[in-house]
């Protein structure tokens, strides 16, 4: 009896104090109220993603993701702190509560959503793998990489991947490994390896940072599947709730033709029942994840919805020009598809 009061008391301690596996429901988002900012954990330097410009300030489609989280919750998306974390460091910074929200091009998998402790809210970017290489190393498709140095970013998905296909393409390669996406582009460019491997939107962005990017050319190949999206620990639903519903926002927002400039018109005029449900003026659909009426008015306003995010960021209004493709909406030949607010 003695032996079983002590473990209940343990236990009852460890799910206060969020100890190891116990967190308190809850907690995540008790402590973001009350520190008046999200952190969020942002890639280390990655175009259209997350960088940042001469005067500090962040931007990209993952910056956009915790941006909209800090206007759901507080009506404003600058209350956000970001920790440019690698590969290798963002499971770790979100483990520990080094960050409240983790939105680094990270890819959805088996192992990281059920072993880590973690949980994906979503999809905010559809990727696969792909190949990156100087044009005068003379190939044009993967299968031509036999006997190739590749360059490889440490505690990714791509190591596997990288394997994999060259095993059933009867390849042989050279791995080099980095810590960081500037690392390897630097690695590739200076000639120390023949192939840079990584997402293709993190190649894109690589080669936008290189002296002569039109030297380079991303083959066609994509050999993996890559959702990526913003994670949050496991046993805060009420958290997991906001972060996920703030991107679902987004993707609504745009299928109902709702946009920064319009958005406020919309929620004050419109007669279409679902819009108004979405903006706030019919229901109260805020109220159950602790929000705000408006708390899809101040995301849309302040930071847009899907479709301007990834304009303004990695697509036909930014230096990368990547298209929409599979990040399109379900409506229009895309992935991209959100549940209903109502």
Not at 12 to 23: E, K, Q, R
Not at 69 to 87: I, W
Not at 336 to 342: L, T
């Amino acid at each position: 009896m003695k032996m079983m009061k002590s473990t209940l008391a343990i236990l009852t301690a460890a799910t206060v104090l969020g100890v190891s596996g116990f967190v308190h429901a809850g907690a995540t988002l008790d402590a973001v109220q009350k520190k008046g900012f999200v952190q969020c954990g942002i890639g280390d330097g990655l175009p259209g993603f997350s960088s940042a410009d001469k005067t500090g300030n962040y931007s990209g489609l993952d910056v956009d993701a915790c941006r909209a989280v800090a206007a759901a919750l507080f009506g404003d998306a600058t209350k956000v702190k970001y920790s440019p974390l690698t590969a290798k460091e963002r499971f770790t910074a979100l483990q520990s509560g080094e960050v409240d929200v983790l939105a680094r091009n990270t890819t959805w998998t088996s192992s990281r959503d059920s072993s880590l402790g973690l949980n994906f809210v979503g999809v905010n970017y559809y990727d696969g793998q792909g190949f990156l290489v100087n044009k005068k190393l003379g190939v044009t498709s993967a299968k031509e990489l036999n006997g190739v140095t590749v360059c490889i970013q440490a505690g990714t998905t791509t190591e596997l991947n990288l394997s994999d296909y060259f095993r059933a393409n009867g390849l042989k390669y050279t791995p080099i490994t980095f810590d960081t996406s500037d690392e390897s582009a630097k690695a590739l460019e200076s000639g120390r390896c023949d192939v840079d491997t990584a997402d293709q939107s993190a190649l894109f962005s690589e080669r936008m940072k290189m002296a002569a990017p039109t030297d380079y050319m991303v083959l066609p190949e994509v050999i993996s599947k890559e959702p990526l999206g913003p994670v949050v620990r496991k046993g805060d639903d009420e958290w997991f709730d906001i972060v996920r519903w703030s991107l679902f926002a987004m993707v609504n927002a745009e299928e109902l033709g709702i946009t920064s400039a319009n958005v406020e018109e919309m929620a004050k005029t419109t007669k279409n029942p679902e819009i108004a449900r979405l903006l706030g003026a019919e229901g109260d659909f805020g109220k159950d994840l602790k929000l705000s009426k408006e708390w899809v008015v101040q995301i849309v306003k302040q930071v847009g919805n899907y479709g301007e995010s990834f304009e303004r960021n990695v697509g036909a209004g930014s230096p990368l020009k990547i298209e929409r493709g599979l990040n399109a909406l379900w409506n229009k030949g895309g992935m991209q598809y959100a549940p209903p607010v109502r």
